[in-house]
């Protein structure tokens, strides 16, 4: 380890309630643990090519920006999507931050984001090992989709499902106010995995009461199925999930948009409009009023009624990453093991399990091909638990940042 | 009077946070002036037509009951959208109505909604003056839309402006944190007074912060003018908020759906999309990363971070509507008034200066065609103060609802 024995973070990927919380988790690690600074890379892995460094032990000293942080959305240090070369055939891209590290004097690198950046953690630690280069790279995991393997869930995950159930159950609520037949379909994100449709669940306030029917992109979608489940609720007024990437039986996406073929760097398509396209169907087939809600981005950024629990976790499991960090592991996520009924134990798993997999709803957590089972909600509800304490400034949510 | 002096209430027209509030304020102003008993009217005035009523004052009689029914959002009583007929061609309507109440013993209804329901007090007021009938009828107002005349503010807006005001600070955290330009159009309601849109200002958190550029329904919009104004700005993440109703200077609108000619009972024209058309054009135009959010109705219905002085306000005027009532007002809609820096009068104004008037946003609080002024913060400020206590069960809001 270098002298200096600098701790390093930076976020990386979509932003969420909790990716903060990991932050300041880092944060008080490092500095209980000795390290000789933490530093911030502004905008992910791009910050460190670029040496854009915040020294984040001045920043962040006293109780109020500490508090502030924890309960701010999104990613305080500001993200990127930036895709590592092979190890083999991007030397200079290593070697220029494998340079900035050493005259920085940092010993340990933890990355913040989904799996995009749990395969940035395997390839940079595979390069030290590869170069004899003393150095700990840990990831620590963050994405409202839940999809990140072998980790019970994912920090973030807890606070966007609280904001679905909240929503949706207070559109249930909306939607009940008129004496007319009626269908309101929630387009909820997760391109693949239907861990957040499925938290729309959690707003049930019944047996049979709203959400009515859940469209989760783990089973195949089909039209004529899906107005024929509407035609058989005697609910007047219906609530419908469904997640954006919904595919009918070939695995074509149920939106339009799909067509656009534009797609990110990572080679995600943009995808929106499954709840418009089922709203239409709803009025000219079945001539019922229906109306489609896209949550959008809000999801992963309406801190202000982020799950204690989750962002509590947040902080404990960033905080954990620098002990395994400084202790010498290296090429690993910290995940989750859920003990009991509801506790949790923090351990690290190899990235190169992580990286590039995807964690799907198992059909254990699926009943039939529009609704989720019990065993769903026992798993789900303990993440949603608790308030934080939001500040409030004249009237308003208050935030740090840079 | 009826010798059994009971107070009825209903509730009409689009949900929102504080309707349920002024609800309970009726129920507790009902008991407090000894009236004979308080009877809701189920799905506003059809609930009378129907002789379809629910008994309040045992519905409503524990502190907790209460308390739910003051964080519970929409309507706990329905809603409708029955337009009255003409007091000289309804005849029947009317009678049926009048024999309702008399059997009943109702001496005095109390109708919470917009414009629409301030037409049916008057016309219920003006058929039982002409009849020598001795009832009262008061309305309370309550909208999201905060487009009634005479009054300061409508119950309801400050809760709507509220949500608004964290959703785009939040949204603006979530846009910061790529290190790439990007434009987020967010498309918020009202149709033909701005408001709302206006509402998002409070999330400004400096001069030149998001959000950026604020069109109201109250100018005209163009579309070159726009993207000019998009190009003119150096921040790199903008954030703009935008009204469902923004038209061109010929009164066309700008989104697209307004070409279906759907448009409900009341014939106001279904639309969505303005966001979209903006989002489409500045990706096409300007080639920027373009993203649309429309905060639908959520924006009514978000009671988790409902306004405190709202809801309270929202109940006081409930209250006092019976006061007036019980001492023989009627054919009138209760009315804020504004004094000194900040408090409100509670007052009646007559419902024939309000019934299908709609108050805008005034010149004094539009800065050009894409702001507002500083005027309009100390307007819509106070009305956002404060948050009320959520009870949370299971980690998600608990509601009331029949």
């Not at 309630?17 to 530093?39: D, F, H, T």
């Amino acid at each position: 380890m270098s002298a200096k024995n600098f701790v390093a973070v930076a976020q990386s990927g979509g932003p969420t309630a909790a990716i903060n919380a990991s932050l300041l988790g880092v944060i008080r690690g490092a500095l209980s643990e000795k390290a000789g600074g933490v530093l911030g890379a502004v905008n992910g892995i791009t910050g460190v090519l670029n040496d854009n460094f915040i020294d984040l032990k001045e920043t962040f000293a006293s109780d109020e920006a500490r508090h502030l942080l924890k309960t701010t959305p999104a990613a305080y240090l500001g993200s990127c999507r930036h895709k590592m070369p092979d190890i083999n055939s991007g030397e200079g891209e290593y070697e220029r931050i494998f340079e900035v590290f050493k005259k920085r004097g940092i010993s340990a690198f933890l990355y913040i984001g989904g799996n995009d950046s749990m395969d940035t953690v395997h390839k940079l630690s595979a390069y030290a090992r590869a170069g004899d280069i003393p150095m700990s790279f840990i990831g620590i995991p963050k994405t409202i989709d839940n999809d990140l393997a072998v980790t019970d869930h994912c920090p973030g995950y807890g606070s966007a499902a609280k904001y679905i159930g909240a929503i949706v159950r207070e559109t249930a609520r909306d939607c009940e106010v008129y004496n007319t037949k009626s269908v309101t379909v929630i387009e909820i994100m997760g391109r693949n995995a239907g861990w957040l449709t499925a938290a729309a669940a959690l707003a049930r306030e019944k047996e049979g009461g709203a959400p009515h029917l859940i469209y989760l992109p783990e089973t195949s979608f089909s039209m004529d199925g899906f107005l024929s489940d509407i035609k058989s609720l005697t609910a007047q007024n219906i609530v419908v999930a469904v997640s954006e990437g919904i595919r009918d039986k070939n695995g074509a996406y149920i939106c339009e948009d799909a067509s656009s073929g534009l797609s990110d760097i990572f080679g995600h398509k943009y995808l929106s409009g499954a709840g418009k396209v089922l709203e239409r169907a709803v009025h000219e087939e079945l001539g019922y009023k229906a109306r489609a809600i896209e949550l959008n981005t809000p999801q992963r950024s309406a801190a202000h009624i982020a799950s204690l629990t989750d962002i509590n976790e947040a902080e404990e499991i960033g905080r954990a990453g620098v002990c395994a960090a400084l202790s010498g592991e290296t090429g690993k996520m910290m995940v989750f093991e859920r003990t009991g009924d509801y506790a949790i134990e923090i351990r690290s798993a190899l990235t190169e399990k992580i990286a590039n997999a995807e964690k799907k709803v198992p059909p254990g957590y699926i009943r039939g091909n529009n609704d989720i089972t019990p065993e769903f909600l026992k798993y789900a509800r303990p993440l949603i638990q608790g308030e934080t304490r939001t500040v409030f400034e004249n009237g308003l949510p208050k935030h740090i940042f840079r």
